[in-house]
């Protein structure tokens, strides 16, 4: 039994964006854009904002430590527990949500829990780099 691959259906704006990118990369690379920054067209252009996310002031890579030492309360302990028990019944169903729209069998138990484990991984990172998330 073959199947046709489900991308179109799976990853449509992700693809459109994709497309229209490197559209835009081919004409820059061609010089169909305009170089002049006054021109109509340059803002199409793949090389024109190639480093903005180093000038915009209200972005920085966080580090550890960046907020000071961390603190621990009774309060603060039960409420991130709260959320991740939720986060962790939320994911569930995300994954078989995920897998019913995929046309892909539901997920065994073990990946289940592999996920969840990474997101685990993942929120104490997140937390030692103080991102919030």
């Known amino acids: 039994h073959v199947s046709k691959p489900k991308i179109f259906q799976m990853f449509p704006v992700l693809l459109g964006m994709a497309t229209s990118w490197l559209f835009c990369y081919i004409l820059t690379v061609t010089n169909a854009f305009p170089s ?23 972005f920085r890579f966080p580090y550890p430590g960046q907020w000071g030492l961390p603190t621990v309360s009774l309060a603060g302990v039960f409420g991130i527990l709260a959320g991740v028990l939720s986060s ?17 069998p539901p997920p065994p138990r073990h990946a289940i829990n592999r996920g969840i484990g990474m997101e685990g991984i993942g929120c104490l990172i997140a937390g030692a780099w103080g991102t919030g998330n």
């Open 88 to 104: 962790m019944v939320e994911s569930m169903g995300d994954y078989h949500a995920c897998a019913r729209l995929c046309g892909a």
């Open 36 to 58: 002049d920054p006054n021109s109509y067209g340059y803002l199409a252009r793949t090389d024109s904002k190639g480093d903005f996310i180093g000038q915009v002031p209200w």
